[in-house]
């Protein structure tokens, strides 16, 4: 071990990691505590899980609202396998995150042979953009640059170092290189103005054209450029749902998100609505894994499709538009917006039989004996926000109707995990939307099944003073899984889906947060009013049930 007068590899890792913009680093630590206290650098704060897939996902989430890469930490074998699941969810949510994980000594490091050691590198390098394990002290920083690099590269995504134990606590000699700023990089292609004036053509012979956007456009920066063009223009916006916020909820221009349930949800033909009349669709910031595929715009009148994305089209087997334009989403607006500058603004088609059925469901009165019904409870929910905070929800059934019915007024303001959608994400995600926004409400919707797979992080949110508000709804089983249960077979079978009842109450308690349980609208409005006044985690138990019509989920075939 160096002494207390010498920089180690751990120092240096964490200087690098703060000039990087990195405040905190989430995770477990194991036996490598011998080499690393995460005390050596101000200015960076470890944060304790319960759980290394809470690491993950609180990094993964931090770097989508901040824009910035965020670190994560597990110590070596099973903590690393633990983590994983975390460093998946920011590779298909395309967040920069930086895992690092412990690893055996560097002279005592056979996979599958030594004591908890396995090949992380080989494990990790189908989930990320980059990753190594440290060899010499000295190249630790030129490790955190090359994975900070990597990982801002479009689609973001996270990398991965791993870190020997002898060498993460062995002494750095010499000074590192500079430290030189990482930003977002994109692929442009040489001819996309070209392109960009095709696309206006288009978009000049279109009748009803839509931009359907995705998160790269936010990303991008392009928000306040979309929405300048689409007010001028009168172009409708439709998004995947944790694109939800690109315009605001209620502007006459949002047409919604989309998922592939939301014909079953509302018992409508929605898609058709929103897709039938539409010939022109400019699809910014596509990124297929947010899950809007082709095959549910493609119903109704012929389209010509405009992809921009700043990475060429990655599924032309199942995706092939007109124009697949390579390019930074922001720069691209501002040129579209330039080249129809004397293009009449459009006529949006009529959505109104669609507003009718949102409506008429998000105003339901009824107090049903079985259970609150999910709608119900997003539409508690939005009233408690009242336009201001984070609307979080956890993976399953329940997250399609927060997808259709949660307000968000700004970019982030409905967090999701649309691409590797894991049980659990909804705690930790609800936990990093408070510390990146501290003095705004934030709501989190979860299932008993996913909640209860991280629910140990409960505690977490006590120790750190995170005053978000959790609501689970409770039907004893995994509602979701039920449903396709019905869609194939037309039945369920309860061994594989049905729980036996847990109190989340005393679990909330237990763990030194406060729970109440209530059955109706009123019940739960009146708690949602008082969590959003408190400090500390409010578990409300809500009792929910779902009317399933298992043959109105055509959309969801692949």
């Known amino acids: 071990m160096a002494s207390d007068l010498t920089r180690t590899a751990a120092s240096v890792l964490l200087e690098r990691l703060h000039g990087h913009g990195v405040r905190h680093v989430f995770g477990v630590v194991g036996r490598e505590a011998s080499a690393i206290l995460f005390d050596e650098v101000d200015g960076i704060e470890f944060v304790l899980t319960r759980h290394e897939f809470t690491a993950g996902v609180m990094a993964d989430v931090l770097a989508r609202l901040t824009?910035?890469?965020?670190?994560?930490?597990?110590?070596?074998?099973?903590?690393?396998?633990?983590?994983?699941?975390?460093?998946?969810?920011?590779a298909l949510d395309r967040s920069p995150v930086i895992a690092l994980c412990a690893q055996s000594e560097s002279y005592d490091c056979f996979p599958n042979e030594t004591h908890q050691c396995l090949d992380s590198v080989a494990l990790m390098r189908p989930l990320t953009k980059f990753a190594a394990q440290l060899e010499r002290?000295?190249?630790?920083?030129?490790?955190?640059?090359?994975?900070?690099?990597?990982?801002?590269?479009?689609?973001?995504?996270?990398?991965?170092?791993?870190?020997?134990?002898?060498?993460?606590?062995?002494?750095?000699?010499?000074?590192?290189?500079?430290?030189?700023?990482?930003?977002?990089?994109?692929?442009?292609?040489?001819?996309?103005?070209?392109?960009?004036?095709?696309?206006?053509?288009?978009?000049?012979?279109?009748?009803?054209?839509?931009?359907?956007?995705?998160?790269?456009?936010?990303?991008?920066?392009?928000?306040?450029?979309?929405?300048?063009?689409?007010?001028?223009?009168?172009?409708?916006?439709?998004?995947?749902?944790?694109?939800?916020g690109v315009l605001p909820s209620r502007h006459p221009l949002n047409y919604g998100a989309v998922t592939g349930y939301m014909d079953g949800i509302l018992q409508h033909r929605a898609l058709d609505d929103l897709f039938a009349p539409v010939d022109l669709i400019v699809a910014l910031g596509y990124d297929y894994a947010e899950d809007l595929r082709p095959s549910m715009w493609s119903r109704g009148a012929d389209k010509r499709v405009v992809r921009v994305a700043a990475v060429?089209?990655?599924?032309?087997?199942?995706?092939?538009?007109?124009?697949?334009?390579?390019?930074?989403?922001?720069?691209?607006?501002?040129?579209?917006?330039a080249l129809t500058r004397e293009q009449r603004p459009s006529l949006p088609h009529d959505i109104s039989a669609l507003r009718q059925v949102v409506r008429r469901l998000l105003d339901d009165p009824t107090d049903h004996p079985d259970g609150m019904r999910a709608h119900q409870v997003v539409d508690c929910m939005n009233s408690a926000l009242n336009g201001?905070?984070?609307?979080?929800?956890?993976?399953?059934?329940?997250?399609?109707?927060?997808?259709?019915?949660?307000?968000?007024?700004?970019?982030?303001?409905?967090?999701?995990?649309?691409?590797?959608?894991?049980?659990?994400?909804g705690l930790p995600a609800a936990m990093a939307a408070k510390i990146a926004r501290p003095d705004e409400p934030v709501l989190l919707i979860a299932g008993d099944g996913g909640f209860h797979s991280s629910s140990a992080d409960l505690e977490t949110a006590v120790r750190l003073g995170l005053g978000i508000v959790i609501v689970v709804v409770n039907n004893n089983r995994n509602g979701l899984i039920e449903l396709y249960q019905h869609i194939g077979h037309r039945r369920g079978h309860k061994p594989a889906v049905a729980f036996e009842s847990v109190d989340f109450v005393q679990l909330a308690q237990a763990?030194?947060?406060?729970?109440?349980?209530?059955?109706?609208?009123?019940?739960?409005?009146?708690?949602?009013?008082?969590?959003?006044?408190?400090?500390?985690?409010?578990?409300?138990?809500?009792?929910?049930?779902?009317?399933?019509?298992?043959?109105?989920?055509g959309a969801l075939n692949v």
């Open 388 to 425: 201001v905070g984070t609307f979080v929800s956890d993976i399953g059934f329940f997250r399609h109707y927060g997808a259709l019915f949660a307000d968000s007024e700004r970019p982030y303001g409905f967090l999701t995990s649309a691409g590797c959608s894991s049980f659990g994400y």
């Open 312 to 337: 060429p089209n990655p599924v032309p087997r199942v995706f092939s538009p007109d124009l697949d334009v390579v390019a930074d989403v922001a720069a691209f607006v501002k040129e579209f917006d």
């Open 511 to 553: 763990n030194g947060a406060a729970g109440v349980r209530v059955q109706d609208r009123a019940g739960l409005q009146a708690e949602l009013r008082k969590g959003v006044e408190l400090d500390r985690p409010y578990l409300i138990e809500v009792p929910i049930s779902y009317d399933l019509h298992a043959g109105s989920f």
């Open 67 to 90: 824009g910035r890469p965020q670190a994560c930490f597990a110590t070596l074998g099973p903590g690393m396998t633990n983590l994983s699941t975390g460093v998946a969810t920011s």
């Open 137 to 244: 002290p000295g190249d630790i920083a030129d490790l955190v640059d090359r994975a900070v690099t990597a990982g801002l590269v479009e689609p973001a995504g996270p990398s991965f170092i791993s870190l020997p134990v002898d060498l993460l606590g062995a002494a750095v000699e010499r000074e590192p290189a500079p430290l030189l700023p990482a930003g977002r990089v994109m692929g442009v292609h040489p001819g996309w103005r070209e392109q960009a004036a095709a696309a206006a053509e288009l978009l000049a012979r279109a009748e009803h054209p839509v931009l359907v956007v995705g998160t790269a456009a936010i990303r991008a920066g392009a928000v306040e450029g979309i929405r300048d063009l689409v007010e001028r223009l009168r172009i409708p916006v439709i998004t995947t749902y944790t694109a939800k």
